[in-house]
C-alpha cells in the first residue's frame, strides 16, 4: 500500500501532498522537510531512487522517487509494494500530467491543482494502485473533459435550477424531488 505522495519542489515546498494515513498537519510538515532532505542530498547521477528512513515511517516503509527538473516526485510504500513498480508508476504520473499539460512545470501544479489531483485519484486511491497504464488514464480524463464540456453534472440534470435565499425550505426540497423524477 501507498503510504503517501508528494511532489515538492527543490526549494523543500510541497507541491502535492496526500497522506493515505491519519497524520497531524505538524507531522506532516516534519515528514516532508525530512523527505526533501533526503532525497535532495543524493547525486541524481549516482545514487538510485530508493532510500529509507526508519524514524519516519517505520521499518517497513520504503521511499521511492524520481527528480525531473525543478521537481522530486516521492512516493512511500509499504513491503508490500514493488520499488521497480512504483517507480514505474511514477514515470505514469510524470507521463499523464506531461500529456494533461504541455510540458507540465511546477506552475501547472499549483494553478490546476484540481486537475491534479484528479489524475492521482485515476492512478491511486486510498493508498491502493487503480491504474498504471497511462493511456487508459489519458482516455479517463478527456471521457470527464467531454461531460463537462457538455454540461453534465452529478446532479444528473439538476443543474438547470436556480437556487436563491428564499429557496432555502421546504418549496426548494420539493422542487429538487421533482425534477428528479421529472429527469427520470
Not at 521511499?63 to 517507480?87: C, N, Q
Not at 482516455?139 to 452529478?154: D, N, P, R, V
Request: a negative charge; aromatic letters at 10%; proline letters at 1%.
Amino acid at each position: 500500500m501507498i503510504t503517501a505522495i508528494l511532489v515538492i519542489n527543490n526549494q523543500g515546498k510541497a507541491r502535492v501532498a496526500r497522506f493515505y494515513n491519519d497524520v497531524a498537519v505538524d507531522r506532516q510538515k516534519n515528514i516532508i522537510s525530512n523527505l526533501f532532505r533526503i532525497v535532495s542530498r543524493r547525486a541524481d547521477d549516482s545514487c538510485c531512487c530508493f532510500a529509507q528512513d526508519e524514524t519516519l515511517f517505520g521499518p517497513d516503509q520504503k521511499i521511492i522517487y524520481r527528480h525531473f527538473a525543478t521537481l522530486y516526485f516521492v512516493f512511500v510504500a509499504d513491503a508490500a509494494e514493488s520499488e521497480l513498480g512504483v517507480l514505474d508508476l511514477i514515470q505514469v504520473f510524470v507521463q499523464v500530467l506531461d500529456s494533461c499539460f504541455e510540458n507540465v512545470c511546477e506552475l501547472d501544479l499549483i494553478y490546476h491543482f484540481d486537475r491534479v489531483n484528479y489524475i492521482l485519484d485515476e492512478i491511486v486511491m486510498s493508498g491502493m494502485v487503480l491504474e498504471t497504464n497511462a493511456e487508459l488514464v489519458l482516455t479517463a480524463i478527456k471521457e470527464t473533459k467531454k461531460l463537462e464540456s457538455e454540461g453534465i453534472s452529478f446532479l444528473g440534470g439538476w443543474d438547470d435550477l436556480e437556487v436563491t435565499s428564499s429557496d432555502l425550505n421546504s418549496s426548494f426540497v420539493d422542487r429538487l424531488l421533482n425534477a428528479s423524477q421529472s429527469s427520470a
